[in-house]
């Protein structure tokens, strides 16, 4: 029970929205029921059926962007990253899931981090969506006090969440100073 308390109190800490003026809903049970039966037609030895959706309800959160609704469902819950899986609901009541473009990371001639492509990604890791600014970012956290990760960012652009930017900072330094990746 104590683990349990532990894990909700750092996943309560990862999951903070960011505007305040427009907070994502809170799913009902049976809307629930009916994203994790689609998610689980796709995902669902990758996220264990879902389990911790369930457990954690808290963090399966809906959006309303524009004429699309968008739902964020908790995959599964680790030490200090939460993974979420993304689907878009049409008017007709069909799920499809939602994906992002993901930088796909190389080192130049001189050694320095470059995008190098990108590759469509349906699970984000510890997302916070901002309405102000039509903006997912997922940060995920190589160790425990975030001195050590990667966060990557997407606006909504028609329908659909478009690249923005990337930053990493894998010094092991005990410092946060995250560097900006480009395209090349």
Not at 93 to 111: A, D, H, I, Q
Request: glycine fraction near 4%; hydrophobic fraction near 35%; aromatic fraction near 16%.
């Amino acid at each position: 029970m104590t683990y349990l308390l532990a894990l909700f109190a750092i996943l309560s800490s990862s999951f903070n929205p960011l505007a305040a003026e427009e907070a994502a809903e809170q799913i009902e049970a049976k809307e629930l029921e009916l994203v994790v039966s689609y998610a689980n037609s796709l995902f669902s030895e990758d996220c264990y059926q879902f389990k911790d959706a369930f457990s954690y309800v808290q963090f399966n959160k809906k959006y309303q962007i524009d004429d699309h609704l968008i739902y964020e469902i908790l995959c599964r819950a680790a030490a200090y990253n939460g993974f979420s899986r993304w689907f878009k609901q049409s008017s007709d009541g069909s799920f499809t899931p939602v994906y992002f473009p993901m930088p796909n990371l190389e080192k130049n001639s001189s050694g320095q981090l470059i995008i190098g492509g990108f590759r469509d990604e349906n699970e984000l890791v510890n997302p916070e969506y901002n309405y102000e600014s039509q903006t997912v970012i997922s940060v995920n956290n190589w160790t425990g006090s975030g001195e050590v990760s990667e966060r990557t960012e997407w606006e909504f652009q028609d329908g659909s969440f478009v690249f923005s930017k990337y930053l990493v900072d894998e010094t092991y330094d005990g410092k946060e100073n995250p560097i900006l990746v480009e395209e090349e």
